[in-house]
């Protein structure tokens, strides 16, 4: 079974404004990184939150981290065409020496 | 700086057939995996290498091998398609040791097509 399930499946949205994803997961972690997938195309590092950290910023990106409930949110800022991807988020595990990916959130940003 | 590079990017085979599936990084990276990308299934680990010469598998090994005799390739085989294999591979690095939180470098995957 997936260790991350991210929320909503699909959002669909217009430029300009905010798109929010949710991912939660089973086991602890040691940090948790999203990544982004353009179509036809290999995954993208977008951001990594260490487990101590509740908050991360980067450009028009907002990560928050629960760990008390197992889960994160990837937050878009000004959302813009060129956004439409799809976002998975990634577990780092103390033993495991792979990220175990969820199953993605499809962003579509309309002009 | 190329990168991962994965050879070929499309391919077409029949049942039975095999192949191999080339991923070369030049990034000097210790760790390289092997994932799947099914539609609805996120990516899944079908084996990975800690460092030149070791392998260990992953979530969903059955039906695939792998070898990792130079550190900068890592080529995963199927010795017998089966339509089931149908899918995108991708291939991923990471450098550092574990505790360095490092993040994976991915190419652009193979799309591989078992009729």
Redesign the interface.
Known sequence: S?Q?EEDP?ALSIQEGENATMNCSYKTSI??L?W?RQNS??????LI?I?SNEREKHSGRLRVTLDTSKKSSSLLITASRAADTASY?C?T?TTGR????????TRLQVQP | NAGVTQTPKFRVLKTGQSMTLLCAQDMNHEYMYWYRQDPGMGLRLIHYSVGEGTTAKGEVPDGYNVSRLKKQNFLLGLESAAPSQTSVYFCASRGGDLSANSPLHFGNGTRLTVT
């Open positions: 997936q991350g499946q040691n940090n990184q990544y036809g195309r290999g995954l993208v590092h990594l260490r998975f990634a780092d020496r792979a990220l175990t990916f969820g199953s993605g």
